[in-house]
């Protein structure tokens, strides 16, 4: 009896526990379903039949919308930890699904697989894509693959920003702010932040949009390359990627830019704005960013000129490429496959990277490596001088033992993630580069991989359709930085 009564308790009081998990989700369909209504707008306007498909993708969301608010009415917001786990994951679920039904409703009429893929590419920022012909597609369909992308890049900030640090996955909390404080007392000062975030998220797309509409675009490619450049996400309105604009460096330069400014962290612009002129400079991640980028370039701009290629389109196509692949946005201009060996095996290291943490890039970020090499350092110390107390420190604060846990356990895991995606896609028939790239492009959010099939002059149609639901878990793994996903699987965590 003293049994049943305890599991007739967890199991209400679990279940009451899952109501503002999806009332929380439920606003965030509701905005998924606002910003479906542009494409939908533009295609009525252009008497597109696409415009039926976005139509009925509203409704559907609107109708689950509904549903859940209505189940949820009376359910105020206070979210637990183990519910802020679980809401970070399945928001980026469902809402990768609820985006595809456009993609499956529409023009492309792709199958289910592949629709999920593109829209978890999108919403991940990852860039991937299945799609062949881009030109082709309607103006709506074209918008809407950059509105995903663009969504999934604030989503990805306010993530960084709030949410990870305050489940202190993978190392987060050093980089914990006023923001990663959930509870009530700060939730006026938490909207600020996010107010001033998005505002300058969406400075920065608008600014994006005027240069490459100044610089030569199309008004509809501005507008997309904008926000998927901002996003560090990758898609572009061409099957030739950036390669479309190879023959107008100035735009190679410019997005060479706005994927960099996506790629540092969104608290130091707050920063900037508020007065603090030199906090970009002084911080620790940013810096080891730009010095790595530098010594990268230089050292492919040589090899290129070295086997006949003019400085100056070295220069350009390398600049653009190295920064695209750093930042994880995924762009190309030219195949970089074909520069030779040294660029191929640079490249695949540069997968690993990413931005820094609190910008939209993926990746392992800059700050992990940093962390390691301090630790490294200090292990070497105590090799020579075994009695010695040395101070670990990062960007003036003191990485505690916790912090140190979560990057060793994080890198430990990310790499553990690509080695076992990689191991199943081979299982699939793929080749060693196809499944090793495929494996770690996805992880770390980049796009392209490796090889003839998925490497920048490729495309990931050709896959079976495993190995491309392999590569949506292996994206949204990277995404939620693994930590938060793993962490679910775990008996423990639903004991509690």
Not at 213 to 240: E, I, Q, Y
Not at 253 to 279: C, D
Not at 458 to 473: E, R
Request: charged fraction near 10%; proline fraction near 4%.
């Amino acid at each position: 009896m003293a049994a049943a009564e305890t599991t007739r308790r967890w199991g209400g009081s679990r279940v009451q526990g899952w109501a503002p998990v999806l009332k929380v989700m439920s606003v965030l369909w509701l905005v998924l379903a606002l910003f479906m209504a542009i494409p939908w707008a533009v295609l009525l306007i252009e008497q597109e039949p696409d415009a039926r498909a976005f139509g009925l993708s509203m409704g559907i969301v609107l109708g689950a919308v509904a549903l859940t608010w209505l189940a949820t009415l009376r359910v105020r917001i206070e979210l637990k930890p183990w519910q802020m786990f679980v809401l970070t994951t399945l928001s980026w679920v469902s809402i990768s699904g609820f985006a595809s039904l456009p993609l499956v409703l529409g023009a492309p009429q792709l199958s289910f697989t592949n629709a999920v893929f593109e829209s978890v590419s999108a919403i991940t920022t990852t860039g991937s894509t299945v799609l062949v012909g881009i030109e082709s597609l309607s103006d709506g369909l074209k918008l809407w693959r950059g509105i995903m992308q663009w969504l999934g890049g604030i989503g990805i900030i306010v993530m960084g920003m709030a949410i990870l640090p305050f489940l202190k996955v993978g190392g987060m909390r050093l980089f914990h702010t006023e923001s990663s404080d959930w509870s009530d007392k700060v939730m006026p000062r938490t909207g600020g932040i996010a107010k001033a975030t998005l505002g300058i998220y969406c400075g920065f797309t608008v600014t994006a949009m005027l240069a490459y509409w100044l610089g030569g675009m199309a008004p509809l490619d501005a507008v997309v390359h904008a926000m998927t450049s901002l996003a560090t996400g990758g898609f572009a309105n061409s099957d030739a990627s950036f390669g479309a604009y190879a023959g107008q460096p100035h735009l190679l330069w410019m997005a060479s830019l706005f994927m960099l400014a996506g790629a540092l962290p969104f608290v130091l612009y707050i920063r900037l704005l508020r007065g603090s002129r030199g906090s970009l400079w002084r911080d620790q991640q940013v810096r080891g960013l730009l010095l790595l980028l530098v010594v990268v370039i230089l050292l492919l701009t040589g090899w290129r000129m070295w086997r006949g290629t003019p400085p100056f389109e070295a220069l350009t196509h390398v600049t653009f490429n190295v920064i695209s692949v750093v930042t994880t946005t995924g762009y190309a201009s030219d195949d970089y496959t074909t520069w030779g060996a040294l660029a191929v095996v640079a490249f695949f290291y540069l997968t690993f990277v990413g931005g820094c943490s609190g910008s939209t890039s993926g990746g392992m970020k800059i700050f992990r490596f940093q962390v390691a090499a301090i630790l490294l350092r200090n292990q070497l110390r105590y090799l020579i001088h075994a009695s010695g107390v040395f101070a670990s420190r990062y960007n003036n604060q003191p990485l505690t033992d916790d912090i140190t846990r979560g990057v060793v356990a994080f890198s430990f895991f990310f790499f553990l993630t690509i080695a076992g995606l990689a191991l199943g896609l081979s299982m699939m028939g793929l080749d060693i580069v196809t499944a090793l790239s495929g494996a770690a492009t996805a992880v770390a959010n980049v796009g392209p991989g490796l090889g003839d099939t998925i490497g920048p002059a490729g495309n990931f149609v050709s896959l079976p359709d495993a190995a491309k639901w392999l590569l949506c878990v292996g994206m949204l793994l990277g995404r939620l930085e693994i930590l938060t996903v793993l962490v679910l699987l775990t008996p423990m965590f639903w004991r509690q």
